[in-house]
């Protein structure tokens, strides 16, 4: 127990305006200070923070109480926890009380699973400290870098070593099964295990906590991949998590904006230089998950992107995951350096100043979006702005609902498409009805066996023969490729037909990837932080998922016509369908009768045509 008298010592000396202040952004209206609730979503600033009763409250949702409360409601800290944290802002030692060894064996107990594997990690996170002060090769590279030790000691950089069990030093026992779960150290199919981390510099990732959730490294030599992260585990989710998010808390609040930056280094390099308000995502897209985030700290994002066509994809992206997010009282901006620079190289050539210009005229987000469609759309015909509005009816329909910004963006797209306003919601009604029937149809889809071929309905029924709990299904190659294109570019959901469906659950090898589609055509989505709760109740399919997900060398598959690959998958599948049916035929039915024959010519030329088409 932490003696009353020492908390209400800690109350008296923080300031409960300064730690709301690190999370939320607060303007002044009289004598308290207004902000967005962090606790509930809303457009307009209900929730208040008073200075003289050291206090907050929200009109909206009610929560309320003093910063110790604060911690613990929008952080999850314990009370302990939260008191410690606040001590130490005002450089206060929490009194520590003697546990019997008995009340010591009590508390081992009572910890959660969560616990030891955040034990393991900062075990790991000392360990790679210690290293990096004995690593002559890992200090010289960070020093080419432009890194100093204040800097290094910020955001806890690390060595991992080159032994392949250096963590054997760390832990007494290395084949603890929570050294593999946290993501420290692999296990091979031969059962040995190795360091996950060797020859990198590493990066540990904290959650809203401060506490170690991961890794990233980064390797100083020759080898492959460059970065590398800890894989997904109980407490690690990288499309989640931000780099950079808790150390920079403070500089995006005194900056007004967060920028966000391709990766661990550039994070840490614009620290160096004095700019620390940047995050990165870690190796993946950017995800809803990720901008809400960031919405709740700051009320403007800044993308930073390279001004080629793969920074201009990446941007692209990065705005349709926007657009359902969008509000009125957030700005979102795209910046957009010379091809020859990325922002630490922009500032140690031209400086901060120069840089913060850029930032300023940097792109609105309806801005980017109308340049990128008159790059990609001859709007100057009819067929091109036919084209265009087919193409992004789903981007605008998905814009949040009562905000000035759809208003604008519609009224922007009408001017474009040569419409008038009331035209073009119409047009979008339209197309909402229609997707609304497209997944009442999927939704069905899903309940019911009789899209399945007999084929596919026998092996249902012999897998609930044998134990399936012990077997795991395996997928072909072409479906491996259709799980990773959907998981890249979810975008193709939107063209998937109803008969393409079918077309899938009708041959057994493509059950499972035609379950994956109509989970995530019936959720909207193919974001795994969204579809991950559903994917878990079919354990093959998330398992594909997973491994996907969790290999270090399958990088984001960047095509530049993702439908037609899927297109061209597609005409594949109906190839071996068609092949099928013919052998089926010749086997099976009788080749003398007038409607087997002119069955089997119409299946040929269909398998000649698509034969002729990949």
């Not at 302990?80 to 060894?101: D, H």
């Not at 990732?205 to 890794?215: D, E, L, T, V």
């Not at 190289?345 to 913060?356: D, L, P, S, V």
């Not at 997973?546 to 270090?552: A, C, R, T, W």
Request: overall charge positive; glycine content about 6%; aromatic content about 8%.
């Amino acid at each position: 127990m932490i003696p009353e008298s020492f908390v209400q010592e800690v109350l008296n000396r923080v300031h409960v305006e300064d730690v709301v202040g690190q999370y939320v952004q607060l303007k002044k209206r009289g004598t308290s200070l207004f902000g967005l609730c962090p606790f509930h979503q809303e457009k307009s600033p209900s929730f208040s923070v008073s200075p003289q009763k050291q206090f907050f409250h929200c009109f909206s949702c009610g929560q309320g109480g003093n910063a110790i409360d604060f911690l613990m409601k929008h952080l999850g800290m314990t009370f302990p926890e939260a008191v410690k944290t606040l001590a130490s802002r005002v450089g206060l030692q929490v009194p520590e009380q003697k546990r019997s060894s008995r009340q010591i064996a009590q508390e081992i107990e009572r910890k959660t699973k969560t616990d030891l594997l955040h034990e393991c990690l900062e075990k790991a996170q000392k360990w790679y400290k210690q290293q990096l002060k004995q690593a002559p090769e890992a200090i010289d590279y960070l020093k080419n870098r432009g890194l100093d030790g204040k800097t290094a000691l910020k955001f806890g950089l690390g060595w991992s070593g080159r032994d392949r069990q250096g963590l054997k030093q760390v832990f007494e026992n290395y084949d603890n099964p929570d050294l593999v779960e946290a993501g420290l150290v692999i296990q091979n199919e031969d059962l040995r295990k190795y360091d996950r981390f060797r020859e990198r510099i590493t990066f540990p990732i904290y959650n809203a906590r401060g506490k170690i959730i991961g890794f990233g490294g980064r390797i100083i030599g020759s080898g492959q991949p460059k970065y590398l992260n800890s894989p997904e585990t109980p407490i690690f989710h990288k499309g989640l998590e931000l780099y950079g998010l808790f150390e920079n808390r403070a500089g995006i609040h005194k900056e007004g904006f967060v920028l966000v930056v391709e990766g661990y280094m550039d994070v840490v390099s614009l620290a160096q230089l004095g700019l620390e308000n940047a995050v990165a995502t870690l190796g993946t897209a950017t995800s809803a998950e990720h901008i809400t985030k960031l919405m709740r700290i700051t009320h403007k994002i800044v993308f930073s992107f390279d001004g080629d066509q793969a920074g201009r994809r990446a941007a692209w992206k990065a705005l349709k995951t926007c657009f359902p997010l969008l509000r009125d009282d957030i700005a979102i901006r795209f910046l957009f350096l010379p091809e020859e620079h990325d922002p630490d190289t922009y500032i140690r050539a031209f400086g901060q100043e120069k840089f913060r210009e850029q930032v300023q005229s940097s792109l609105p987000l309806s801005t980017f979006f109308i340049e990128e469609l008159k790059r990609h759309y001859r709007l100057d015909e009819a067929e091109g702005r036919a084209t265009c509005l087919h193409e992004i009816r789903e981007l605008l329909v998905q814009l949040p609902d009562a905000t000035v910004m759809r208003v604008q963006i519609e009224k922007d797209m009408a001017k474009l498409l040569g419409l008038t306003h009331e035209e073009l919601k119409s047009n979008l009604h339209s197309y909402i009805e229609s997707q609304q029937q497209r997944q009442a149809n999927v939704q069905a889809f899903m309940h019911t066996e009789e899209v399945f071929s007999p084929l596919v309905k026998k092996e249902i029924k012999e897998k609930k023969k044998v134990s399936s709990w012990h077997q795991k299904r395996t997928v072909d190659p072409l479906s491996m490729k259709i799980f990773r294109l959907i998981l890249n570019h979810p975008d193709i959901l939107t063209c998937i037909t109803e008969r393409q469906l079918e077309l899938l659950a009708h041959q057994t090898q493509y059950a499972l990837v035609a379950q994956f589609l109509a989970i995530c055509i019936a959720s909207g989505t193919a974001t795994l932080g969204t579809i991950e709760h559903k994917l878990k109740e079919h354990e093959d399919i998330y398992r594909i998922v997973m491994s996907i997900v969790n290999n270090p060398i399958i990088q984001d598959e960047i095509l530049s016509n993702p439908k037609a690959e899927w297109i061209g998958i597609m005409h594949k599948v109906e190839i071996e369908d068609i092949k099928r049916i013919l052998k089926e035929l010749m086997q099976t039915a009788d080749m003398q009768d007038e409607t087997n024959k002119k069955r089997y010519r119409q299946l040929s030329m269909r398998l000649k045509y698509l034969n002729n088409m990949i």
